[in-house]
């Protein structure tokens, strides 16, 4: 197969840079007022301005589920979402699902059960799970595994995500 | 991803006036597959106009007795509509087959029709692509084409289309509407795609100054006799090698009523008409499925490392129809293939 030998297509110059866009999102309950150009994304926004590093950038292309955060209640990839476009919205992160101290009973049920290793991946899963739990369709084993497939665990700890999610839902003590 | 303008659309009208204004622009919804796109260098639109705050996320029964979905309703929200798993749960299971579930809150059925084929060669900037840049030539031909298409192909592309939603709305005979500078159109879900030919460039007859506003469904669903049955080689969150979406309708043990659809095979959902009429009338049984299988496969060409699809799209047919026929559809949790 040839390939091309031309570098990089030059960035077109004919496109100018918009000014910055302000917008208001409520993030763990706290108004944050930013100004973004539109090509920033939910989670560039989430570490970059507000310093929430929780929210990882794995594959940064909504393959790997790292980003995952809540947005109006649903889990979503934050790298795939354009912040400017979630003007007004609520967003969870990570940082946001322990109250007054207490860790949130996902959090919890993921260090009783050892549910990963490296710990990239974690709140990606846990926001995931969380959203899961309020979508109210997953039951067994199978449709937890399968509606948790959009976050990949490199570390290869499924088996215990999965026990700490059943905890987590009361269907497993 | 290079610098863009943003704007947002007030309402329909707003919405193709600014796109017509100017036409490197493109609509953005869920932008799953868009801002991918956008980050990867394929698609360098200079602005995005956003339609995701538009009132299209109705879903609404028409008086024909079908069913009219908004262009803006979140996949996720129509595989779990009480509707949809009632009277068309082939179209819930197709949905519920692909992607994440994070991916389907965020993607938009009109967004669904739209993405863009996953070939990775269309995606590296650095070899040639007729989708991408036509005329440079089809890296995939002489390439690794394990995934690419065994039906419909041409010699300027054999890209698959990646979408499980559109393998159930082919079968069913859906109708694209949409809203253009000069009023609304109706396209027939089998004419929406296109295949390659010498344009790859263009996945659909789309105009580009058209906005998908709603998906419709006909009145009969097929809720009593259908599967989707999804080949991939992982159990979840890939796109399919070979996908077959079957609905029957069966009285005595025979076949009336046949809708037999294809994904991860060509350029297009590949509805086959000709292997529904072979069907139609036959006893509900192997014979009359593997007919079926023989009908879609006639015209199947290989390339040098997919000729194996060939093979399980004939197994996987025969699997789905049987699947269909007996009323015990594929279950999208357990990957268990009864």
């Known amino acids: 197969m040839a390939l091309t030998t031309t570098a990089a297509r030059p960035v077109d110059q004919t496109v100018p840079a918009q000014e910055k866009i302000p917008i208001v999102l409520i993030v763990n ?4 007022s930013l100004e973004l150009a539109p ?14 590093t929780g929210t990882k950038k794995g594959c940064d292309h909504g393959q790997c589920g790292a980003c995952t955060v809540l947005v109006d209640g649903r889990r979503v990839n934050s790298c795939l979402t354009l912040a400017v476009m979630k003007d007004g919205a609520q967003v969870t992160t990570i940082e946001g699902l322990a109250k ?8 919890q049920a993921f260090i009783d059960h050892d549910a990963f290793q490296c710990g990239y991946c974690t709140p990606g899963q846990i926001c995931s799970a969380a959203g899961l739990i309020a ?9 937890i595994r399968e509606l948790m497939s959009g976050n990949i665990c490199r570390c290869g700890a499924y088996p215990n995500i999965l026990a700490a999610i059943q905890q987590a839902m009361g269907t497993r003590s | 991803m290079i610098n863009f303008q943003y704007s947002r659309a007030h309402d329909v009208a707003d919405a193709v006036r600014q796109i017509a204004a100017d036409p490197t622009a493109r609509f953005i919804a869920g932008g799953t597959n868009l801002v991918d796109l956008m980050k990867e260098d394929v698609e360098r639109p200079s602005r995005l106009i956003d339609i995701s705050r538009l009132p299209l996320t109705a879903v609404e029964e028409t008086p024909e007795g079908g069913l009219r979905i908004g262009a803006l309703v979140p996949n996720s929200a129509l595989a779990y509509h009480p509707l949809i798993e009632r009277r068309y749960p082939l179209v819930a299971s197709a949905i519920l087959a692909g992607a994440s579930a994070q991916l389907r809150n965020m993607a938009s059925t009109g967004g669904n029709l739209l993405q863009r084929t996953r070939c990775a060669y269309f995606y590296d900037t650095s070899t040639p692509c007729n989708k991408r840049e036509p005329g440079s030539g089809c890296s995939a031909i002489d390439g690794l084409n394990r995934g690419h298409a065994i039906l419909g192909t041409s010699e300027a592309c054999i890209a698959t289309h990646p979408s499980d939603l559109c393998v159930a709305l082919v079968a069913l005979g859906a109708t694209v509407h949409v809203a253009g500078p000069g009023g609304t159109r109706a396209i027939a879900f089998a004419d929406f795609h296109r295949l390659p030919g010498d344009t790859p460039q263009r996945d659909t007859n789309l105009a580009p100054n058209e906005l998908v506003i709603a998906i419709e469904l006909p009145k009969r669903g097929f809720a009593e006799n259908y599967s989707y049955l999804k080949i991939r080689d992982r159990l979840s969150y890939a796109f399919a090698l070979v996908s077959v979406a079957a609905a029957l309708e069966i009285e005595g043990g025979k076949i009336k009523e046949a809708r037999l659809a294809l994904g991860g095979v060509a350029h297009k959902p590949w509805r086959d008409t000709a292997a529904e009429a072979a069907l139609a009338g036959a006893a509900a049984g192997p014979a009359a499925f593997a007919t079926a299988a023989d009908v ?7 390339q040098a490392h997919n000729a194996f699809k ?4 004939r197994r996987a047919i ?15 949790s357990s990957k268990k293939i009864a």
């Open chain 1, 39 to 52: 090509w920033t994304t939910l989670l560039d926004a989430l570490r970059d301005r507000l310093n929430l």
């Open chain 1, 29 to 32: 309950g706290v108004e944050a």
């Open chain 2, 310 to 313: 060939i093979d399980l799209a």
């Open chain 1, 135 to 143: 979508e109210g369709k997953a039951r067994s084993a199978d449709e």
């Open chain 1, 100 to 107: 007054d101290g207490a860790l949130h009973a996902l959090q």
């Open chain 2, 318 to 332: 025969i699997r789905t129809l049987t699947q269909a026929a007996r009323g015990t559809p594929q279950s999208q």
């Open chain 2, 296 to 302: 879609v496969l006639r015209n199947a060409k290989a």
